[in-house]
């Protein structure tokens, strides 16, 4: 079994934020064709999306990369999103959403989509509020597939997170979740499944494995992210670090293992915007080549 590999634009942020330069960089330097978007690059609120998004498909296409998906990006996560407590606040986070879906359209993506969202502390303390939190989520999750099938997109993408106050945050919430919308939606809900997540071992334990969520929800993933880590933080470090422990050899046989096929493989990483650039592009690269190795 083949596993398209490609890469998260986050590595771009703040250093390559023009369409033709993450291109060429993507091209060029790190020898890939195919990229996961991230709306920190073009935010869906911006009144010139739609232009931007021309310029951005179209230095795509000259670079011949193909836009799997669009992903909410650093910016967005640190929003209560969907889950925000007030009621306004989500609402105009459903719209961003919306939004999102339209550039996603435009961009030429098959999916869109992310964390969907935070409860608070105070919120979290308080009876049934995650209850009610989840139902709205449900509901306006299946809202925005209708408009996700509108726009012409085939997947609508929800990222698990290891944060309890997060949705979902755990394989029976997701199992729970999957379940919930399998009827409701217009286009299919799929799970962006990132190991740097699955692994946190202070939430989930050492004794966790990949395999606990791969096997229950292999018929719900959609995207597969990549990330070295120590698993003990979200670390999205790259190879080699010497603090990172993940192994992505034994990550391709997890996979293969557990009958995922089809399914799209991202690198993530995040380096400190303060980091030296030409180091960040250089460990960029070496990275690429060792999943690509490994996935091989």
């Not at 459903?94 to 992310?114: H, K, Q, Y």
């Amino acid at each position: 079994m083949t596993i398209d590999f490609g890469i998260n634009l986050g590595f771009a942020i703040k250093r390559w934020p023009q369409p033709r330069e993450w291109a060429a960089v993507v091209h060029d330097e790190l020898g890939l064709d195919l990229v996961q978007f991230s709306f920190d690059l073009l935010d869906p609120w911006w009144p010139e999306r739609r232009r931007l998004a021309e310029r951005t498909r179209a230095a795509a296409d000259e670079r011949g990369i193909s836009i799997h998906s669009a992903q909410i990006g650093l910016a967005k996560y640190t929003y209560n999103g969907l889950l925000h407590p007030d009621p306004d606040a989500r609402a105009a986070s459903v719209e961003w959403w919306r939004r999102a879906i339209d550039v996603a359209g435009e961009l030429g993506c098959v999916a869109m989509g992310g964390p969907v969202g935070a409860i608070t502390v105070p919120e979290s303390a308080q009876p049934g509020v995650r209850e009610r939190r989840y139902a709205e989520l449900v509901e306006t999750l299946a809202e925005l597939s209708e408009h996700a099938r509108a726009t012409g997109l085939e997947l609508l993408l929800v990222e698990p997170t290891p944060l309890a106050r997060e949705i979902p945050s755990s394989v029976g919430e997701s199992e729970q979740l999957a379940r919930d919308l399998e009827s409701r939606c217009a286009v299919p809900v799929r799970y962006v499944l990132d190991v740097g997540h699955a692994l946190y071992q202070p939430l989930y334990g050492d004794s966790s494995g990949l395999t606990d969520w791969l096997r229950p929800l292999a018929p719900y993933i959609g995207v597969l992210h990549l990330q070295n880590t120590d698993f003990q933080s979200d670390s999205h470090w790259g190879w080699p670090d010497e603090r990172g422990l993940f192994d992505v050899e034994a990550f391709a046989a997890d996979v293969r293992a557990a009958g995922i096929q089809d399914v799209p493989v991202f690198l993530e990483l995040f380096d400190a915007f303060e980091a030296d650039d030409a180091r960040v592009l250089r460990q960029t690269a070496t990275s690429v080549e060792h999943c690509r190795r490994a996935l091989a």
